[in-house]
C-alpha cells in the first residue's frame, strides 16, 4: 500500500450534500437476493416459454413438460443413470465450446468459428492416431489430446492473425474457416486418413484402451451401457480454470476491459493487438479440445467424413449468451441446453412433437436477453453535462 | 489582421447600451432570463440577450462561460430551463432544430454537419427543401432521376453570389477546412435563414481564409441578416462585430458597441476581475507538508527533467496539429498549459505520455532515453472520461485498478492478490470521496464527477513521477476539484513532474508555477506578472503580447 | 453447348443467388447496418419458396412467398438491431441459428420420409438456361446503382449510412429509412434463397445455403459497396462455385473437396488484400441512437 498518501483526517471534510446525484442502490445483501432472483426468474420465464410453445402447438402442456424432463433426467420407474448421462453428454462439448465463445467474446471479437476450431482438433486428433496406430494407449490418447488442442489453436490463431494485422473482420473470416475446415475434414477422410476397409466414410475406429472411459457402471443402469465418459471432467474442470483465468488473473482482467471498451484499453497502454490473438488462440484450443473430446467420447472413436458433433459449435453461441457470457452462468445454461436437447428427442419419440421448438426456445430467450441489455443501455442516464 | 470594415448603419444604433432588453428597439429575436442547469451547474444563471436585424453581434467568453449553451437553445438543440424568447416580440418555443428553421434560424456549426463522403453538390442538396413544382408528373419523375447538382443549384447560386467558387464535383472530405465551411455556411444560408449563429467559425481558418469570411459576413448582415457571432479572438470582434456582449461563468458581465470598447477591456471582462482575488488554496491544511509524508516517502528527486524539443505531433486524420512545440518541465514544478479546446490539446498531450508518435523532434527524461510507463513511472488523465478512461459497463473496483493489475505487487504467481486489490480500491474510494455504495457498482451509475475522481484516483495514487493531466477537474464541484489540486501539489511536492492541461484559466492559474498557452499548434509561455491576465486574455483571443 | 459456353452459364447461374442476397445487404449497408443474418434469411427464403411453390403449384408464387418470408426475419433482426439499437454482429448471429435451426427442422417434419418436394415445380428457364431471376439479378444490379446514386432516396440512405446526424439535423428519419433498408435486404436475400432451392432441381437440404450469405457479405465488401462491382464479384465467386461442382468434370485436377473450399478461401484471400476498408459507410455498424 502507498503510504504516501494523505490520511483520510487530513482531506478537508466535505459535506454530504454536494451536488453529486448518485441513484440509490441497495445493500449488497440485498444486490445478491435480485440477482439470485432474476436468475430463478429467467429459469422461471424459460418454462414459462416452454409452457406456453406447448400450448400454442396443441400438446398438453404438462404432459410434454413431464415428457421432456424424464428424456432429460430420468424417471422413477426407468432410472434416472441411463437419462442423465445423455444429458451429460450432450453437454460436455457445450460447455468447451460455450466456454470458447466466452474468451473471444469478451475481448470484443464476435468469432463464430467455434464449429471449424473443433473439427480441425479432432481432425489432428485423427491423424495423430492414425501415425501412432501402435504407439501404446496412454501414450496415444494424451497425444491425441496435445494435438487436439494443438490444431484448434491454430484455426483460432490464423483469424486472429486476419485480425490484428490485416483488419479482416473475424464473423467472416471464422465462417469461412469453418467451411474450410469441413471440406478438409471431408477431403482427409474420404482420402488417406480412411478406414481400411474403404467402404465407410469415417476413419479407423480406435482401440478401446485408446478412448475414454465409461463413468456409471453398467450395474446402476440396468445393464444397459450408458455413454457418459471421463471427457466430462475436463468441461467440468475448465469451468472454474476459465472463470479464474478471465477474474483472477491480469491477463483476463486486461482482455476484459479491451472487450468493454478499446480505447481505454489503448490509453491504459494494455498490449491490445496481443490480447486478441492470444484471446482467439485459446478460445480455438478449448474447442480443438471439445473436438477431441468428442472423438474419445464415442464409441467407437472414428471420425466421420461430415455431421461430426453437428451444430455444437453453432449452439454455444445461445448457451454463451443466456449464460451472460460468464463461466458460472455457462455451466447453467449448457446444462439446460443439454437437457433440453435430450428431453425433446424424448418429446419426439413418445408425443410426436418435432424438436424445432429448441430453436424457438433458443431464439427468443437469447433476443431476449439482448433486447433488455440493449433497452437497458438506452436508458442509463450517464452523463448530464 | 482584418481590417475594421465599413458599417453600414453604425451611426443609428445607440451608444454603450447596458439596459434590460425591454428598452432595445424591437430586435429581431430577444432572450431574457435564461437559465440552464447541468446537474449541479449553472451553465446559465438568468441571462439575457438580443439580436437585432442587419447586426452583427459577437458572443465572447472563455470556455465553459455558456456561449455556447446560449445558442444551443436558440438554435432548438436544447432547451432553457427557464426564461423566454421573442421573435419580434412576440414570444416563441423553440423546441427542435425544425422549429428553429421554421422561424429562420440558421446555424454554423464548429463541428460541422457535414457528411464527408458526399460531395459538395450532395451536401447542399440533403439540406435543400424539396422543389415546390406544381406538375404531379414533374414531381414524380424528380423521384426517379434526382440529381444533386441541380437540388443544390440554389445553395450554389447563393455561394456565387457571395463570391465563392465551390467546385459542385469535389468530395467534402478532399476540401480544406475553410471551405467545407463555406459549405456549411451556404447551407444554412439556402434555408432562407434571418439569423444566422456562427460557433467560433475563425477556428479553424487561415488568414487569408477569415478576412474572406469577414467580407461575407458583412454582406449577408448588408442584406439584412441578423448574425450572432460566438467567438473568443478579440482582434476579429473589434474587426467585424457591431455589438459585443460578454458573459462569464453563465452571467451576462457586460453588452456595448464594439466602437465602445477595446481590446483590453474586453479581455477584462472576460477573465474577470476576481482572478487576483481568489481564495488562496494554497492555504488548505492539506496543502502544506505534512511530516509524516516527508518521513515515510523521500521525494522521488529534484533532478527530474522532461524535455520536449521541437516536436511535432499529427492530428487524428494525419493533420500537422502540433508545431514544433518545445517545452521544459522539472520535477517538483507544474506546467500549466491553457487554451481553447480544438487546438491540438489531445494531440500533444498524448505525445507527452507516449501514447503517440511524434513525427518529428524529440523527447527526452533526464537527459536519456523516454520510456514513459516504465521509465518514468508516467500518469495520465485522458480528456474523454466515457471514452478513454472508463469502462463504465465493468464495476468502480475494477476500473480503479486498470494499473494496479500490472504492477507485480499485487501479483501473486500468475494470479490477481484480491484482497489487496479490493482494500486499495476501496482506499481510494475513501480517500478521493468517490461516492458510490461499494466496490460492485458498475461505473455507469455514478455521475460524472465522481466517474472522473475515479480516473484522477488511478492516476494519481500510483506515485507516478511524470503526470500530464488534461482538465483534470472536469465535472468536479468545487470541494472535489480543490481536493485533486491538493493531490496534484503533492506529487509536485514528492518531485513528479506535472503537465496540466485546462480550459479553466483560474484553475491554471492557482495550479500552475509556469504556464502556456496552446493556440493554432503553437505554444507560448506566459510570463508571470501583474499584467498577467489581459495578457492570457490577449493570447486566448490569438492576439500577440503587447511588449 | 461448348463446355467453356457451358462453364460461362453455370457461372451465371451460381452467381445469381451470391449477387441478389449481396445486392440487398449492398444497400442495407450503405444505410449503416450490417446484417450478419443474411444466410439465415436466405435459408428460409429458400424453405419457404419450396412451401409456397407446393401451395401455389407456382413457382413464381413461391419466389413471392419466400420474399416475404425474408422480409419478416429482416424485420424481426431490425426490430432489435436498428430500433432498439442493439448489437448488430450478435442480433445477426442468433437470427442466424434460429433460423438454420427452425428451417432444418421443419423442412425434416414436412419433407422427412417422401421426397415430397418433388411435386413442385422449378422456375422455368427463360434464356440461356437461365430463370427469371438471374435476369431480375442482372437488371437490379444497375437499376440499383441508379437508385443509389440519382435519387433523393438514395442519397438520404447513403447520408444515414455516412453521417447519420448530419442526415437526422438534414430532416431523414434515418431509423424509418434503415429499417426499411433492412427489409429489402431481407427480401432479396427471401428470393436468393428460393434461386437456391426452386432454381433448378427443386430441393431443400438443411444448410443449404452452406455459407453463402456470409460469401455475399464479402462480396459487398470486396464490390466496395458498389451494386456494380458486387456484380463483379459475384461471377468471381460464382465461377469458384461452379469449379467445386464441375471442377473435375471441366478437367481441373485438384480433389473435390478442396475445389468446394475454393469460394471460401478466395473470400478470404480477398478480403486479406483489401483490407482497406476506406470504402466502408463511416457509420457502418454503428447503432444510431436518436439524442
Known amino acids: 500500500m502507498n503510504e504516501s498518501h494523505p490520511m483520510p483526517s487530513q482531506v478537508p471534510p466535505l459535506t454530504p450534500t454536494q451536488g453529486d446525484d448518485l441513484s440509490r442502490q441497495p445493500s449488497l445483501w440485498k444486490r445478491a437476493l435480485l440477482v439470485a432472483l432474476r436468475g430463478f426468474l429467467s429459469f422461471v420465464g424459460l418454462a414459462l416459454l416452454l409452457l406456453l410453445t406447448f400450448v400454442v402447438l396443441r400438446i398438453p402442456p404438462l404432459k410434454a413438460m413431464q415428457t421432456l424432463w424424464e428424456g432429460a433426467f430420468g424417471s422413477a420407474e426407468e432410472g434416472h443413470w441411463y437419462a442423465l448421462s445423455a444429458t451429460l453428454v450432450q453437454t460436455t462439448p457445450l ?60 484455426w483460432g490463431w490464423i483469424a486472429g492473425w486476419l485480425r490484428t494485422r490485416r483488419n479482416v473482420q473475424e464473423v467472416i473470416s471464422t465462417i469461412m474457416l469453418n467451411y474450410i475446415a469441413q471440406y478438409l475434414v471431408s477431403w482427409l477422410i474420404l482420402g488417406i486418413l480412411r478406414e481400411k476397409g474403404g467402404h465407410l466414410s469415417e476413419s479407423e475406429t480406435l482401440p478401446g484402451p485408446v478412448l475414454f472411459a465409461r463413468l456409471i457402471p453398467m450395474a446402476w443402469s440396468d445393464g444397459i451401457q450408458t455413454s457418459l465418459h471421463t471427457g466430462v471432467l475436463f468441461a467440468l474442470i475448465a469451468v472454474p480454470v476459465i472463470a479464474v483465468l478471465l477474474f483472477r488473473t491480469p491477463w483476463g482482467f486486461e482482455l476484459r476491459v479491451l472487450g468493454q471498451n478499446a480505447e481505454a484499453a489503448r490509453v491504459a497502454r494494455y498490449p491490445s493487438n496481443g490480447l486478441r490473438l492470444q484471446a482467439m488462440t485459446l478460445s480455438g484450443a478449448l474447442c480443438g479440445l471439445a473436438g477431441v473430446i468428442e472423438l474419445l467420447g464415442s464409441s467407437t472413436g472414428s471420425l466421420p467424413a461430415s455431421g461430426f458433433a453437428y451444430g455444437v459449435g453453432f449452439t454455444a453461441i445461445p448457451v454463451a449468451l443466456l449464460g451472460g457470457l460468464h463461466p458460472i452462468g455457462i455451466l447453467f445454461s449448457s446444462l439446460f441446453f443439454g437437457a433440453l436437447t435430450q428431453g425433446s428427442r424424448n418429446l419426439e419419440q413418445n408425443a410426436g412433437v418435432s424438436s424445432v421448438l429448441i430453436y424457438i426456445i433458443q431464439a427468443v430467450a437469447v433476443l431476449t436477453v439482448v433486447g433488455v441489455r440493449a433497452w437497458q443501455a438506452r436508458h442509463t442516464t450517464g452523463e448530464t453535462e | 489582421m482584418p481590417e475594421a470594415g465599413d458599417r453600414a448603419g453604425a451611426g443609428s444604433q445607440p451608444a454603450a447600451w447596458t439596459g434590460p432588453y425591454a428598452e432595445s428597439p424591437s430586435p429581431l429575436f430577444a432572450m431574457a432570463g435564461i437559465v440552464k442547469q447541468y446537474g449541479a451547474t449553472r451553465a446559465l444563471d438568468g441571462v439575457d440577450f438580443d439580436v437585432r436585424t442587419g447586426e452583427i453581434h459577437a458572443l465572447l467568453g472563455e470556455n465553459g462561460a455558456g456561449k455556447s449553451t446560449l445558442m444551443h437553445i436558440l438554435a432548438g438543440l436544447t432547451r432553457s430551463d427557464a426564461g423566454e424568447i421573442r421573435r419580434l416580440g412576440r414570444p416563441v418555443s423553440i423546441g427542435s432544430p425544425i422549429a428553429a428553421r421554421s422561424l429562420g434560424i440558421a446555424m454554423v456549426h464548429q463541428h460541422f454537419t457535414l457528411v464527408p463522403a458526399f460531395t459538395v453538390a450532395e451536401n447542399l442538396a440533403l439540406d435543400a427543401p424539396p422543389p415546390q413544382t406544381a406538375s404531379l408528373s414533374k414531381r414524380l419523375s424528380a423521384r426517379f432521376r434526382y440529381s444533386a447538382s441541380e437540388a443544390a443549384e440554389r445553395a450554389l447560386q447563393r455561394a456565387a453570389a457571395l463570391g465563392w467558387q465551390l467546385d459542385a464535383n469535389v468530395r467534402t472530405a ?79 458581465v457586460a453588452s456595448c458597441t464594439v466602437a465602445a470598447t477595446n481590446a483590453d477591456q474586453l479581455a477584462a471582462w472576460m477573465m474577470g476581475s476576481t482572478l487576483e482575488s481568489l481564495p488562496a488554496e494554497t492555504e488548505e491544511g492539506a496543502g502544506t507538508q505534512l511530516p509524516q509524508d516527508a518521513a515515510q516517502s523521500p521525494p522521488i528527486g529534484a533532478s527530474h527533467h522532461f524535455v520536449a524539443d521541437a516536436i511535432h505531433v499529427a492530428g487524428d486524420r494525419g493533420e500537422h496539429t502540433i508545431r514544433g512545440v518545445s517545452l521544459s518541465v522539472r520535477g517538483g514544478e507544474i506546467f500549466g498549459i491553457g487554451g481553447v479546446d480544438g487546438n491540438g490539446q489531445t494531440a500533444l498531450a498524448e505525445a507527452l505520455v507516449g501514447l503517440r508518435v511524434v513525427t518529428s523532434g524529440e523527447r527526452t527524461w533526464n537527459g536519456g532515453p523516454f520510456h514513459p510507463g516504465s521509465f518514468p513511472a508516467t500518469a495520465y488523465i485522458p480528456q474523454d472520461r466515457r471514452q478513454a478512461g472508463l469502462a463504465v459497463t465493468m464495476t468502480v473496483g475494477d476500473n480503479l485498478l486498470f494499473d494496479a493489475v500490472r504492477s507485480p505487487d499485487f501479483r501473486r504467481g500468475p494470479l490477481l492478490k484480491a484482497r489487496p486489490l479490493r482494500q486499495l480500491a476501496s482506499n481510494l474510494i475513501r480517500m478521493f470521496d468517490i461516492r458510490t455504495p461499494g466496490l460492485d457498482y458498475a461505473v455507469s451509475a455514478l455521475s460524472g464527477g465522481n466517474q472522473q475522481k475515479i480516473v484522477v484516483a488511478r492516476a494519481l495514487h500510483a506515485n507516478p513521477e511524470w503526470i500530464v493531466a488534461m482538465n483534470p477537474t472536469r465535472g468536479l464541484d468545487i470541494h472535489a476539484t480543490r481536493f485533486v489540486h491538493t493531490q496534484l501539489r503533492q506529487a509536485r511536492a514528492r518531485g513528479a513532474a506535472i503537465v496540466v492541461f485546462s480550459t479553466d484559466l483560474d484553475e491554471l492559474f492557482a495550479l500552475s508555477d509556469r504556464a502556456a498557452i496552446l493556440s493554432g499548434g503553437v505554444l507560448t509561455e506566459v510570463a508571470s506578472g501583474s499584467h498577467k491576465t489581459t495578457q492570457i486574455g490577449l493570447l486566448l483571443g490569438g492576439m500577440e503580447q503587447k511588449p | 453447348m461448348s463446355v467453356i459456353g457451358g462453364a460461362v452459364l453455370g457461372t451465371v447461374t451460381m452467381a445469381t443467388p451470391l449477387l441478389l442476397a449481396a445486392l440487398g445487404e449492398n444497400v442495407v449497408q450503405k444505410s449503416g447496418v450490417v446484417n450478419v443474418g443474411l444466410e439465415g434469411m436466405m435459408l428460409t427464403g429458400a424453405l419457404m419458396a419450396i412451401i409456397g411453390t407446393q401451395w401455389t403449384n407456382n413457382p413464381y408464387l413461391g419466389v413471392v412467398v419466400a420474399a416475404v418470408a425474408g422480409a419478416i426475419i429482416a424485420l424481426l433482426f431490425g426490430l432489435f438491431a436498428v430500433r432498439l439499437g ?55 444490379t444497375p437499376m440499383l446503382w441508379w437508385w443509389l446514386n440519382r435519387t433523393r432516396g438514395g442519397l438520404e440512405l447513403r447520408a444515414c449510412g455516412e453521417q447519420p446526424i448530419a442526415a437526422e439535423a438534414s430532416g431523414v428519419p434515418v431509423l424509418r429509412v434503415r429499417l426499411m433498408a433492412v427489409l429489402f435486404g431481407g427480401m432479396m436475400a427471401g428470393i436468393a434463397g428460393a434461386c437456391l432451392s426452386v432454381g433448378d432441381v427443386p430441393t431443400f437440404n438443411e444448410g443449404m445455403s452452406a455459407g453463402r450469405g456470409f460469401i455475399a457479405l464479402a462480396i459487398v465488401t470486396s464490390g466496395r459497396w458498389n451494386p456494380w462491382g458486387c456484380l463483379c464479384a459475384a461471377l468471381i465467386f460464382g465461377c469458384m462455385d461452379q469449379l467445386g461442382v464441375q471442377g473435375q468434370a471441366l478437367g481441373v485436377n485438384l480433389p473435390h473437396d478442396l475445389l468446394l473450399a475454393l469460394p471460401y478461401v478466395v473470400t478470404l484471400l480477398i478480403l486479406l488484400s483489401s483490407s482497406r476498408f476506406s470504402q466502408a459507410p463511416a457509420s457502418l455498424g454503428r447503432p444510431y441512437r436518436r439524442a
Open chain 1, 95 to 154: 460447455l468447451l465450446t460455450s466456454l470458447s465463445i466466452v474468451i473471444a467474446w469478451r475481448a470484443g471479437l464476435f468469432s463464430i468459428g467455434a464449429q471449424g476450431q473443433l473439427l480441425i482438433g479432432a481432425l489432428a486428433a485423427t491423424a495423430l492416431a492414425r501415425i501412432g496406430e501402435h504407439w501404446p494407449a496412454v501414450c496415444l490418447q494424451a497425444g491425441m489430446l496435445a494435438v487436439g488442442v494443438t490444431g484448434g489453436a491454430i
Open chain 2, 174 to 252: 478532399d476540401l480544406s477546412v475553410g471551405t467545407q465551411q463555406r459549405v456549411e455556411i451556404v447551407k444554412a444560408l439556402a434555408t432562407e435563414a434571418r439569423l444566422l449563429i456562427f460557433d467560433e467559425p475563425t477556428a479553424v481558418l487561415s488568414g487569408d481564409e477569415i478576412s474572406e469570411l469577414f467580407t461575407v459576413l458583412r454582406r449577408l448582415r448588408d442584406e439584412g441578416c441578423a448574425i450572432i457571432l460566438i467567438a473568443h479572438k478579440l482582434a476579429e470582434i473589434l474587426a467585424v462585430a457591431d455589438r459585443v456582449t460578454v458573459l462569464r461563468l453563465g452571467e451576462r
Open chain 3, 86 to 140: 442493439a448489437n448488430q454482429v450478435v442480433v445477426g448471429v442468433v437470427v442466424n441459428l434460429m433460423a438454420l435451426g427452425l428451417t432444418g427442422t421443419l423442412s425434416r417434419a414436412l419433407y422427412g420420409k417422401q421426397q415430397s418436394f418433388l411435386t413442385a415445380t422449378p422456375l422455368p428457364h427463360l434464356l440461356w438456361n437461365q430463370t427469371l431471376l438471374t435476369l431480375l439479378a442482372l437488371v437490379a
